[in-house]
Each structure stands twice: as C-alpha cells, then as structure tokens.
C-alpha cells in the first residue's frame, strides 16, 4: 500500500477505509495536502472545502466504528465538475452568470455517489458553461496540465482532468456533449467513460445540448469507472430520458480478459493526418490488443465527417437556445469565445436543425451495420497531444472555430450517434505528454469496452503514471 493514500486507486482506497487499513479522515487529509500543494500550479479546484471536507470525514470513520458503512465508496472523498448542483452549494457553471447562484436541489449522478458514502472536498474548474474543448476560461483562468504546466489539460471537464490525474481527487464526475470527458483523460493521462445517451440521468446537471449531453467520470482507472458507472446509471423519475434498461455488473466485466473478442480499426478519418506520436501510440495499441487475444480487424465507417458537422449543428442551436434570455439580458458576463459560439447557433435555420436530428437515426443505422462484426472500434481521442495554452488561446478570433473542430473532429461523430465510448491512457510522448485512446462500443454496451480497457490495464502501466511538482 502507498504511503500516500491520495496515490491509490478509488477502488483500493475504498478497500482500506471498509477494511480499517486507513481512515477516511487519513484520505482526507491526504488528497487536500496534495491539493495544497498543487492548486496554485493547476487552478484545478473552484472551491475548496477542507473544514467541511474534514468534518465529514469524522462522520464517516464514527458511522464506521458502530458498523455503519453507507455504500461501496465509504468515506472516500471526491470532487467534481463545477456544473452538478448540490442543494446550499455555489454552482458556478464556470461562468460570471452563475458566480453566486445556490443550487436548491441535488443532482441525481451527484447524490447517488453521496448515497455510497462519498465525501465532498469541493467543486473543480470547468469550461464556461461546458462549451469549449481546451480548458481556457476567461473568468477563472485556464486550468493547467499536471504534466506540463503550459499545456492545455482539454475542456470542458478540464478540472476533472487535471485534479484526477494530480492525484487531488480520486475520480471526478465530468460531462460530454462534443468530447469533453474524453479530451481531459487523454490529454491528462487518466481514463474518462462517456456513456450512452440516457444511461446515466442528467438531472440536476447543467445543461448545455439535450440530444448531446452524457453525464460520465473521470478516474485513474477502468475498474474505478465500473465501479462509479454501477452506482450512478438507471431510470431516474426526475429525468424522463433516462433509461429504465437493467443495469449489468460493470465492475465484474472489468475482470474478464480480451480473448475472443473482435476490436475494428477505421480504415480512414480517424487515422489520417495525425500527429506522428498518437500514430505510433496507436500502433502499439494494437499491438497489445493483438497480444491479450483480442482479433484486430480493419472497418469501413461511415463518412464520420458528416457526423460530425451534423453533432456541431445540433449543439450549436441547443446551446443558443438554451442561452438565448441570457445572450440578451446579460452579453456582456460571457466570455468572447462562448459568446461568438451562442451567436453562431442562433444563425442556424430551424429547418437546418430539424434535418440533422432526423438523419441522426438512419446515420445509427449505418454505424451499426458497419460494425456488425466487431465488439467496438479503436481510436485516437484527438489527432494531436495536448497543445500549450498559449498556442490554443485563440479567443473570438476567425480561427478559433477551425482550432476548436481540430481537437474534436474524433469525439464529435460518436456524440452525434449516442454511443459510449471510454478513453484510456495508451502511451506519452518523447515530452512526457499523455495520450489516450478510446474504445467506442454499441449503444448501452459499456461492460464491454469497459472490459477491454481493464484488460489492457493490467497489460500496460501507462495510467499508473504520476506527474512530479516542477
């Protein structure tokens, strides 16, 4: 066992608290000395509630001692995105409109975590409103990479990103509308699980697309992401889209081996003109499924670029809507580059918009008749490690749109379709940058790309890395 608690794994620290190895107050402490330690490097957290944070943890290791363990995560203290409401808290949403605004309900994803026993540490940095992929944020400041401080750590969940993988918090929940769960895993080296649309209930959550958005973690690792999908996925009174399917064993899929099972490489869009390090990382990715028994197979998809202008129409216009009495009461609170973005929404027809959602069913089709024979598809994330903030802060500038479409142009297509898909770390760069992969499966298939990531998990050790103080 690590004599840094805050290093262990959700699924390890969670065994130790329920065992008696470690207090909750222990991990505790552990997680905010770190956070102390990091925060002024990573502008990671929104909100720091240590008192609180210790308080609660007290709580938890007395409840314990009279035997009364809550749930699978007992004491194990977590923080997430600053956009899922907790009734009595500061919900800023990452943005200036919503800086003092005091949720009066709990979201759904948020209180089932704190039903298994969770501690709250406080809430982490986000994009403004969730709508950017990077991690700049005009009211807050940018967030930073834990494994080179002038990268970028990706957006929108970019504290979720940074603080899981600094080891400040042992997962964290995120959301991705356009990629921004799985842009964060890959370029902060941890494992980010996008779900299948409906899998997981979106009340209480901040919405910003709703054909688009999925509520998802963020964690160091694939067990850890079963283990949180387990306790937050089913049907949900207060969210009518949420699904009523059953929800299967997902920590138990993660200990089964690959062998047998058949993973699809694309044969175009998701392998051209990229970088030369995520193309080399993907071949030896490959090369390991190959080794754990899974059968490697190339697939024809689907023109993805269509898919994925079609998911930005379909974003763009909910977003504006959504915003819309907001864009006109208070323009000048938003940043720049989210204002341009809202405007541009409002400039689509509605007859445009009603067309991309019609062809989101025959495009599923499609996809699902292309991948009949293989058990999911392997990807880059994005074409490109992670760039520096510098280079990526392009603001309202007329190319900020094209800079914003490279670094989603492979998360935006499985958006549009609805389907999960789990991002994890497959190598680093001769720089020490991360890059990830992921897995996407069939609608409502998450065991089986979670059972592919674990397996390859115990393959490599690339998400065990821990990025160093400068």
């Known amino acids: 066992m690590s004599t840094e608690p805050a290093l262990m794994s959700l699924t390890a620290v969670a065994s130790a608290i329920a065992d008696k190895q470690l207090s909750s107050r222990e991990v505790t402490q552990s997680c905010l000395d770190r ?3 990091w925060q ?5 957290f929104m909100a720091i509630e240590a008192d609180e944070a210790l308080k609660a943890a007290d709580a938890a290791d007395a409840a314990l001692a009279k035997g009364g363990r809550r749930g699978k995560l007992h004491g194990v203290p977590l923080a997430h995105k600053d956009m899922y409401y907790e009734a009595g808290k500061v919900v800023t949403c990452g943005s200036r409109i919503r800086r003092d605004f005091v949720a009066t309900t709990t979201s759904t994803a948020l209180q089932r975590l704190k039903d298994a026993g969770t501690v709250r540490l406080g809430s982490l940095q986000m994009a403004e409103f969730a709508y950017g992929p990077t991690g700049h944020n005009a009211h807050f400041g940018p967030v930073h990479n834990p494994f080179g401080l002038p990268h970028v750590t990706g957006g929108s969940s970019s504290g979720s990103g940074s603080a899981v993988a600094a080891r400040l918090t042992f997962a964290a929940l995120g959301s991705d509308t356009g990629g921004s769960i799985r842009m964060p895993a890959h370029f902060c080296g941890v494992t980010g699980l996008k779900t299948t649309v409906g899998r997981v209930s979106r009340a209480g959550a901040m919405p910003l697309s709703q054909s688009l958005d999925t509520v998802g973690p963020l964690a160091r690792t694939v067990e850890d992401c079963a283990v949180l999908l387990g306790l937050m996925a089913g049907a949900d009174p207060a ?8 929800v299967p064993d997902y920590a138990a899929s993660t200990a089964q081996s690959m062998k047998g099972l058949t993973v699809g490489v694309p044969s175009a869009f998701y392998v051209d003109d990229l970088d030369s390090e995520v193309a080399h990382v993907l071949d030896t990715t490959i090369a390991t499924l190959r080794r754990e028994g899974a059968n490697v197979v190339q697939v024809d998809l689907p023109d993805q670029r269509q898919l994925a202008s079609a998911s930005q129409l379909v974003l763009a216009v909910e977003a504006a809507a959504f915003h819309k009495r907001w864009m006109i009461e208070r323009p ?8 341009m973005r809202l405007q541009n929404g409002l400039a689509i027809s509605g007859v445009t918009y009603l067309e991309a959602l019609r062809w989101r069913g025959p495009a599923l089709a499609a996809h699902n008749a292309a991948t009949a024979k293989v058990d999911a598809v392997i990807a880059p994330v994005s074409p490109v490690p992670a760039p520096t903030i510098a280079e990526s802060d392009v603001g309202s500038s007329p190319g900020a749109e094209a800079v914003i479409q490279r670094l989603t142009r492979f998360t935006r297509p499985i958006n549009y379709l609805g389907l999960p898909s789990l991002s994890v770390p497959s190598g680093f760069t001769r720089g020490g940058l991360p890059v990830g992969l992921q897995l996407v499966g069939r609608s409502f298939d998450e065991a089986t790309i979670l059972r592919i990531g674990a ?13 160093q103080l400068p």
């Open 35 to 37: 956070i102390a330690r």
């Open 40 to 44: 002024p490097h990573l502008n990671a």
């Open 239 to 246: 969210d009518p889209t949420a699904s009523a399917l059953p």
């Open 332 to 339: 000048q609170d938003y940043g720049a580059q989210v204002m």
């Open 455 to 467: 397996a390859f998990q115990r393959a490599t050790d690339f998400h065990e890395k821990v990025p």
